[in-house]
């Protein structure tokens, strides 16, 4: 359908005479400011007094930042537009607000719902409270709500900036990915070897995420980052795998427009996600090694978790200033991306629209996303170095190589294939490299984490051994009472 867009749009606020803009002016910034301190007294509090550590103020706390958050989507625009009398909002201000307002929305209910239940259980159940409402479900209850809040929020903003892209242009419904450049013969070896790969990237990382949260031993700063990588590696992973198994199996090579879109958010929000997390883990190292008599004052778990929550939340929202920009491009030049996934510079080549402003803000954004992040790794580790070759000897050396070795893999792994993709220069006339580096830092990378953790990691390998052992002697129990039962 051809349509014409707006660059911008004019609100009107709210419906008062201009000479009572003054007083509701004062009215509604002494209600946000309110708002916002008061939420944020009630986080602080929170985090600072031991005996609010419980499953209903865990919930509150998120409740309380979804509520500032919520509050500042809309209310500084209305304050500064009934200062300034200055209506407009550009179209990426639009349909940024209108975003984040549908998420904090869904999280405010969905966690309105999870108090809910938590009330239920303290009332109707509660012998049972302590093991019902333990850290594990509390946990994942909140991050399903934040979840689910962006998908839906998600949705709904691709379903409206579709609607209302920018040039006169005729939209495509789906594409094409060819895939990867192999034989017709050689699909059902590959199918099996990447479903392999796969499964093993999804078993070893939901294992690492099990040790760690039922091994007391594991409770620290070191491991809490790493079940949060283990998790993103998995749904990195769980982004492009599916989809490319699923068209070698059935040799179909359709995707709709609104999958390959936010395929493209999601791939673009883990890619980042691994980047922060690693550059966290290895600020975790780094105080461990250069300053271990602060190590518990420095690493408390409210700056952990506030690392981990920053790493979500830039990355989420730095995926969908990418994923605005590129809903908003036609593709008159056809349909068909030469690989096996959505990857945001393959459809920027496709594209027939100016993307002058997409390049532009890949370049700006990778350098807090990629750049920066590594920078701060390699500073980590020349302190560490420094740290080391202070005071040499042989025990340190190996303390060093022992609490850094994994991660230091592990970064090598990740940057390396996204210096292979998008450093090294390789010929205008095939994507075969960048397809199989894809491969290499969709696939390989996240299956190799588990291993690299496991196999060089003693706490990791006591730890499986712990839960081994406590399996072993479950079943003995059970085969000896059967025995006596008998």
């Given at each position: 359908m051809n349509q014409s867009s707006?660059?911008?749009?004019?609100?009107?606020?709210?419906?008062?005479?201009?000479?009572?803009?003054?007083?509701?002016?004062?009215?509604?910034?002494?209600?946000?400011?309110?708002?916002?301190?008061?939420?944020?007294?009630i986080?602080?509090?929170?985090?600072?007094?031991?005996?609010?550590?419980?499953?209903?103020?865990?919930?509150?706390?998120?409740?309380?930042?979804?509520?500032?958050?919520?509050?500042?989507?809309?209310?500084?625009?209305?304050?500064?537009?009934?200062?300034?009398?200055?209506?407009?909002?550009?179209?990426?201000?639009?349909?940024?607000?209108?975003?984040?307002?549908?998420?904090?929305v869904c999280v405010d209910n969905f966690l309105l719902a999870v108090m809910a239940y938590d009330r239920y259980v303290a009332i109707c159940h509660p012998l049972h409270y302590a093991i019902i409402m333990r850290k594990e479900p509390c946990?994942?209850?909140?991050?399903?709500?934040?979840?689910?809040s962006c998908v839906h929020a998600l949705l709904h903003t691709l379903l409206l900036s579709h609607l209302m892209r920018r040039d006169n242009q005729s939209s495509v419904s789906e594409f094409l990915l060819l895939g990867l450049p192999i034989q017709p013969e050689q699909q059902g070896m590959y199918y099996a070897l990447f479903l392999?790969?796969?499964?093993?990237?999804?078993?070893?990382?939901?294992?690492?995420?099990?040790?760690?949260?039922?091994?007391?031993?594991?409770?620290?700063?070191?491991?809490?980052?790493?079940?949060?990588?283990?998790?993103?590696?998995?749904?990195?992973?769980s982004v492009t795998a599916p989809k490319m198994l699923m068209n070698m199996l059935t040799q179909t090579q359709s995707i709709s427009y609104a999958g390959c879109i936010s395929q493209a958010y999601f791939f673009l929000s883990f890619v980042d996600l691994d980047s922060f997390?690693?550059?966290?883990?290895?600020?975790?190292?780094?105080?461990?090694?250069?300053?271990?008599?602060?190590?518990?004052?420095?690493?408390?778990?409210?700056?952990?978790?506030?690392?981990?929550?920053?790493?979500?939340v830039l990355s989420f929202a730095i995926a969908l200033v990418h994923t605005l920009l590129l809903a908003r491009l036609s593709f008159l030049r056809g349909n068909t991306l030469p690989h096996f996934f959505c990857d945001l510079s393959a459809l920027l080549k496709l594209s027939s629209s100016d993307t002058t402003i997409n390049q532009l803000v890949i370049l700006t954004v990778g350098v807090v996303v990629i750049t920066l992040p590594l920078l701060c790794i390699l500073v980590s580790y020349g302190h560490i170095g420094a740290s080391v070759l202070r005071r040499p000897s042989i025990k340190g050396i190996c303390k060093a190589l022992s609490t850094c070795g994994s991660h230091l893999s592990v970064v090598s792994l990740y940057y390396g294939a996204i210096i292979g993709l998008y450093f090294v220069p390789s010929s205008n006339s095939t994507n075969?490299?960048?397809?199989?580096?894809?491969?290499?830092?969709?696939?390989?990378?996240?299956?190799?984490?588990?291993?690299?953790?496991?196999?060089?990691?003693?706490?990791?390998?006591?730890?499986?051994?712990?839960?081994?052992?406590?399996?072993?002697?479950?079943?003995?129990?059970?085969r000896q009472s059967l025995k006596a039962m008998g």
């Open positions: 707006v660059s911008e749009f004019l609100l009107l606020g709210l419906p008062i005479r201009p000479e009572q803009q003054g007083m509701y002016y004062t009215l509604f910034l002494g209600m946000y400011l309110t708002t916002v301190l008061g939420n944020l007294l986080i602080l509090l929170i985090r600072l007094d031991s005996r609010l550590h419980t499953p209903m103020y865990f919930f509150l706390s998120h409740l309380a930042f979804s509520d500032v958050s919520l509050s500042s989507v809309t209310v500084p625009k209305m304050l500064r537009n009934m200062q300034t009398q200055h209506l407009s909002i550009p179209y990426e201000g639009c349909i940024s607000q209108m975003y984040f307002f549908l998420l904090f946990v994942l209850l909140a991050a399903g709500s934040w979840f689910f392999g790969m796969y499964l093993t990237t999804v078993l070893g990382n939901l294992l690492i995420i099990l040790l760690i949260r039922l091994d007391s031993h594991l409770h620290t700063p070191m491991y809490f980052f790493l079940s949060h990588l283990a998790l993103t590696d998995i749904s990195f992973s997390l690693l550059t966290s883990m290895a600020y975790d190292r780094y105080v461990a090694i250069c300053h271990p008599l602060h190590y518990t004052r420095m690493m408390r778990q409210s700056l952990c978790f506030l690392l981990v929550v920053v790493s979500w075969d490299k960048d397809v199989i580096v894809s491969v290499l830092y969709t696939l390989v990378t996240p299956m190799l984490n588990p291993f690299i953790y496991s196999l060089r990691n003693r706490d990791m390998k006591g730890a499986l051994r712990n839960i081994l052992t406590w399996h072993l002697h479950l079943q003995i129990s059970v």
